[in-house]
């Protein structure tokens, strides 16, 4: 249960297109995955920025993309973001995103400030330490209907992890049509048991596969997530990976 009072997501803010744009915005968390057992550095490594004046290759972003009056409108906005130490790229790529649609100066405006509330309460729920990238992968979540709640359970029970595949698995999981609370439900679960990012990762393609042979989306989850947690409990958390969970299909 969220305890700010705000709706839940951007399904609820947004209305009937918002799950379109939350599948949309998946894209580039499902290419973030894919790094999970990349070598070296990443983005989501790094640590949120300090607080200052707005880096100028980050403004330089805006350069011929906007007229005079809508950059200085989102300037104002992400100079203020920055300012509170909360990650200013997501706006830049917002207001990208809003001025390759031609959208109005207001439209845009209003966007990067529900972006930047997002942000601010993924730092909330997340802790003040979070990394770039979780923050960034919170806002995600939150807009795509995910508790506030969820998240504080999740940093609770993932602590010295990073939480970016694990904020992404379950975006992606509600985007497919399972419910936010069977969501949280299986991946703080198998958080309990012990699950790598990598699982996590077979966990949801798993899932995935499911629902598109027919499964109902919440059992899906509830079936690969007990069925994955029952495995690692067997061999200490060493193996099992979900790719080798047979699912339960539904009846006919």
Known sequence: ???????????????????????????????????????????????????????????????GRLDAASRAAVERVI???????????????????????????????RALRS???????????????????????????LRGGIDDEALRRLRRER???PLVVALGVLTDLVARGVPASDASRAVLDLTRAGVADEQLVA?????????????????AATLRA???ALNLGRDGGATGAASRVPAGRPKP
């Open 1 to 63: 249960m969220t305890t700010t009072g705000r709706p839940t997501g951007a399904i609820a803010r947004d209305g009937k297109g918002g799950r379109g744009r939350v599948v949309r915005a998946l894209a580039g968390w499902l290419a973030a995955l894919a790094l999970v057992s990349a070598p070296g550095p990443v983005a989501a490594q790094q640590p949120a920025p300090a607080r200052g004046t707005t880096p100028a290759w980050l403004r330089a972003r805006l350069d």
């Open 79 to 109: 100079d203020s973001v920055h300012a509170s130490g909360l990650p200013a790229e997501p706006l830049v790529d917002k207001a990208l995103e809003g001025a390759s649609k031609r959208a109005p100066r207001e439209a845009i405006v």
């Open 115 to 141: 972006l930047a509330a997002d942000l601010a309460l993924a730092r909330q729920s997340l802790g003040a330490q979070s990394l770039t990238g979780e923050l960034t992968a919170g806002a995600v979540a």
């Open 159 to 161: 602590q010295g992890q």
């Open 203 to 219: 966990f949801r393609r798993d899932v995935e596969r499911d629902i598109g042979i027919g499964a109902p989306p919440a059992a």
């Open 226 to 228: 007990s069925s994955l």
